[in-house]
């Protein structure tokens, strides 16, 4: 018998993966809108400005303003990383919903994938675009915390 907490952990990855996969896909797909996707500044009005802290030196190389690279090969290449991460835990959280535990480590796997895929295929600079695995390391240990229920 599955608990609830199980339950819960494998829905929200469900929605998670499922999420990711729509996001892998489009982003393949749409690669040339996706790297035309200009950075909007806001603007503030002269009292807004006023009541806002000091800017102090901040290095945002490794993070950057835009939420992806400009480059459309890179964005393709992250797009695929990020599909073979969202399938992995997809496939590794539906054997866990079943009580399988091969699923745990399938689910592992898609982690490492999730962490390595987009340093391998883009670089360092693309580490930032995969900060959804951090919480999927979170995931991995409530579910290691449910390993003894699974077969």
Do not use: H
Not at 67 to 82: H, K, Y
Not at 121 to 146: H, K, M, P, Q, R
């Amino acid at each position: 018998m599955r608990s609830q907490f199980l339950t819960l952990l494998c829905v929200l990855t469900f929605l998670s993966c499922a999420w990711g996969l729509i996001d892998a896909v489009v982003s393949f797909i749409q690669t040339d809108a996706a790297a035309a996707t200009p950075l909007i500044e806001r603007t503030y009005t002269p009292e807004e400005k006023a009541k806002l802290p000091k800017d102090y030196f901040e290095d945002r190389a490794a993070s950057g303003d835009q939420p992806m690279p400009g480059d459309p090969e890179q964005i393709r290449s992250l797009s695929v990383a990020q599909f073979g991460y969202s399938l992995l835990t997809l496939i590794g959280a539906v054997l866990m919903f079943r009580l399988r535990r091969v699923g745990f480590w399938v689910y592992s796997l898609g982690i490492v994938v999730g962490l390595i895929g987009p340093v391998a295929l883009a670089g360092f600079g693309a580490f930032n675009t995969s900060f959804g695995v951090f919480f999927s390391i979170i995931f991995a240990g409530l579910y290691w915390y449910c390993l003894p229920e699974m077969e």
